[in-house]
């Protein structure tokens, strides 16, 4: 919404500057957004005659003047115009004078042109903003006094762009935002006097309201023989002044009534209603209106308009029809003043996506009182400016006057709720001169009836709103934050989330973000996941963001994708997010996953044979393992798998406490296909859940040996399918006394087949074990190993 | 003389050579391992030493033991000879190639900000809360006062499902979620992602993050909120940040204010991060209405509190100068490796 400052000044007094203004409003909850000044001379402008005029000794186009700028000071200024002649008046910024321009600020300083001091500047018109005329300087009326500011003789506008919260279409009006800057500066709002001739001439049938529960009140009032043309030139000026196109004089007055007022007016053509007169009634069922605009619609009952004998001729509180509109051949206008049910307008209004200043105050609620001083302030305009004569009294179809809300106000309360000592006597002060009417006062409180145009005004906690409002939040005191502990750390659901995120950074991975919403191909690159399982948006932005993901995994792919094809190689990347899954059986509706992934070179700083080491398949299983002892899990393991996600053979499933926690591996040729990159992609993705709920109990405190460890070697070659783990799973259940570790510390193949060797160390917890003892455990290890595992001793 | 003396000083004689010789380290090394190493001369030789003739025995030890010592010192000497021998540093490591780097990754900035968030209304004695994304209605606005044709709701600015329920557009439901399932009083602050209906572009996402609070308990006051608030800015943004409340309108508070930072670009001159105003919005506001604390059972005579919500995106960028919001959901490994 704009305000113009000229337009406000006319039912207020603004005696502070435009800085105060915009400051006092925005801190009232009338958010300034932007401020648009036009033709405003900057403070510091003053006036002065010229008293003496030299060429300067250095420039052929340059003058020397002295300046008197009254109150006995006279100042020399170095100007280059053609005009500095002595004996003119004219506008002189003095040194510290701002002026704003798109460029940015310039500020008038003492200085030296050529050698010569200038201790201010001579200003064109263009200079003040006042014109485009850049000839020479600004000549004023000689008789000028000097030393005035030059902003008072000519008062520029400023446009205020103010933000109106949805709570207050009150301020939607000159008049509105008028009565709070009253009470902000202290100084009183005044309504310009509304009178008109008297004409008590009936009008039976003029307004009919077939649709009560949709138009509450329904003013129509004639006005004959009007003459059609420009509105006066103020007219045009205040519309301007805020954005608004002059049409004609009809028109114009039910604008600026509008944006005066508060209250939408609509001007029709007596001569193009059938039987002149109007309906407010529901739209029949496929009935057609063309607005103003040239649309043509289709209209429902649910539709209110407002119809001739015949047919609809606006599109009540939106638009107006195209034909009944006035023209520069309408003699008669019917003017209409009208309240109709907001939650209606804003659903037609929305539903045909046409909206107009009017639909706009509709659809917020309009004040029911003013609608008839608005179409009283309106005749008296058109009769000002269109001339013509009242053709009948003001017909009012209404279903009664809404009753006022009566609020009793607990003055403890207003002050316990805000936190201030605000007086008793303030607050009333405060109810009282924002119009609201206050009764019963008493040393504890005061009963508020609030008036039909502040409808937000329902309880005691509006009240106070205001009271905070008005008496300035900045009186709010800083006090020592304090309050209750409410809950235990323990019940904090972040942190688990916020310590495993830090352990996984620790381990040296980014975290990476993405939108929740995917398309279909990143949502099924998921190969767990099948068209029945997504859950989809009824209303999405577009495809691209149309299903929930149901796994982090196509949003990574994405990632990865682009960081290669942008020649990051070596990426080290984690997220962890909400996915979502409409399948019961596979997954709960939301749950926090946690993806990993893994692809390029390990040191890419180093240079020769480390430059080369690659991330493998064990450097992804190694940050799972590191990250469950990090988060002291403690039964987890990894078991092969066949998943589309991986490829095959180069995959495992990540099981904690025998739950299916994820899966880790090697991408699947199909998800890489295309990347430039020779190195390959792990990733791992796991539930959240699991990992979390799993024991994460403290370890308890172990006693180690102080006594020397003995370690022997064992080398074999291995049958077919003996693995690592089938190794250790096998030395653990043979049970050697004083064992400590088993270590794989090589493992090649040769000719096929596969050699490996362990490490075996021996430690005793009381005593130092003899060579004797530990051959005898190792051998029998040994044996076992040759007998039972069926290994070929090396 | 027997043979191990005699191997002795031919060893002697030998490693001198060596040792003069020697123009690197490890020459030296060599002559080390030659004579002293595991596999060397002299450990050979000490195994000899049993088949020595008794009346030998003496003087062979004695020899044994000088030969050792003396290619000992040779060793130093030629070691401490090369270390100060000009040029000598050509040897040394070149200090100048790159470390091994003990890589440890960064959090998202997005997370950062969260995260201190969060540990700075945790030292203010609230508790970290969280909610579904996948809401419904009545969490995220029946019950908390959003009028019944509000554009809140409307399909062009909420994302919604096809059994009626929504993405959350704000973290608010937390609260009703919280007060449901907790007797007062409660404090809470609950940091999580939440969705509106815009297309992507500088400083719209389809989904961002919000951090809600909420704070009830008998005599709770706008000085309280303003207080918290203050402390709030100290600590994210150092002491010289000033901050200002403003009237406005939220359905689920009354009195509803908005919530400026000094501009942190500018300190609070004027600057196109601030459109010249020297505020920075941060964050809505207000005291809990009586209406929200009906709809969840609390008796608004006797509970007062307040709320609030700040955007957590909005902070990351002010705090790391990212100009577009864009940035943060794009994953370039440049990017994250900045924070």
Redesign the interface.
Known sequence: MNISRNWLSRYVTIDCDLETLCDKL????I?VE?VESAGTVPAGVVTGRILTRKPHPDSDHMSVCTVDIGGGTVLQIVCGAPNCDAGCVVPVATIGTVFHTPEGDFKIKKSKLRGVESQGMMCSEKELGLSENHEGLMILDPATELGQPVDRLFPGDTRIEIEV????PDWLSMWGVARDVSCLLGTEAKLPEITIPACDKPAPGLVTVEAPDLCTRYIGRLIRNVKIGPSPEWIQKSLESIGLRPINNVVDVTNFVMMELGQPLHAFDLAKLKEGRVIARRAKSGEKITTLDGKTLTLEPRHLVIADAEKPMALAGVMGGEYSGVTEETTDVLLESAVFFS?NI??TS?ELGISSDSSYRYERGVDWDMAELASKRAAQLILETAGGELGSEAVDVNTGRPAEKVIPCRFDRVR?????QVSNERIVEIFRTLHLKVDDVTGSGCVVTAPLFRLDLE?E??L??EV??IDG??R??????????????R?????PL?TL??K??????????????VNRESALSDSRFTESDL???????SQE?AI?RPSLLGEMLG?IE??IS?R?LT????ET??A?CRNPELFP??RFELCLALTGLK?P???SE?LKAQYDFFDMKGALESLFELMNTKRYRFVPVEDGRFRKGCAAEIQIEGKKAGAFGELAPSLVKGWRTTYPVFVAQLDMAVLLAADHGVGYYVPFSLFPATSRDVAFVAPTGLTHADVLEFIRKAKPADLESVRLFDIFEKDGRKSMAYQLTFRNRERTLTDAEVNARFDKLREKLKNELKVELR | MNAIIEKINRALEEAAAKAAAASAADAVEQIRIDYLGRNGLFPALSKEMGSVAPEERKETGRAFNEGRNRIQAMIEEAAARLASAPGAAEGALDLS?????W??????P??IVA?EC?EIF?R??F????G???EDIFHNFDALNTP????SR??QDT????DGRI?RTQTSPVQIRTMES?EP????VA?G?V?R???PDATH???FHQIEGL?I?K??????L???L??FATEMFGPKVKI??????FPFT?????YDFSCIMCGGKGCPVC?HSGWIEIAGAG?V??AVFKNVGYDPEIW?GYAFGLGIERLAMLRYRIPDLRY???????F??QF
């Open positions: 925005t801190m009232a909850g958010e932007a919260t949805p709570n207050r939650s804003r659903a929305r316990a709720l805000i936190g201030t309880r906690a509006d106070i709103e905070a409002r939040l900045d709010i005191p800083e006090i020592a934050v304090t309050g209750k502990i409410c809950g235990s750390i019940e904090d659901a972040y942190l916020e995120r830090n996984i950074i620790s381990l040296g991975f980014y975290e990476c973000l993405h939108y929740s919403t859950i989809r948006l009824k209303n999405p932005i963001l929930m990632t682009r960081n942008r990051n990426l080290k990347l984690f997010g909400k979502f509706e939301e040191h700083e180093q240079y480390e | 190639l790159p470390g091994r780097r890589n440890c990754g960064r959090k998202h997005v997370t995260d969060a945790r203010m004695g508790i970290v809360s969280e579904p994304e996948i019944m044709d509000h554009p409307d399909p994302f919604y499902f096809e993405l907790h009083p409660v404090r809470i940091p992602r969705f209906r815009d297309t996402g389809m989904n704070y308990d005599g709770v006051s706008m000085a309280d303003k207080s918290v203050r402390m200002r409340l403003r009237p406005h309108f009354e009195p509803s204010v908005e459109k005291m209405d009586p007062t943060l959901y794009e994953n370039d490994v440049r994250l490796e």
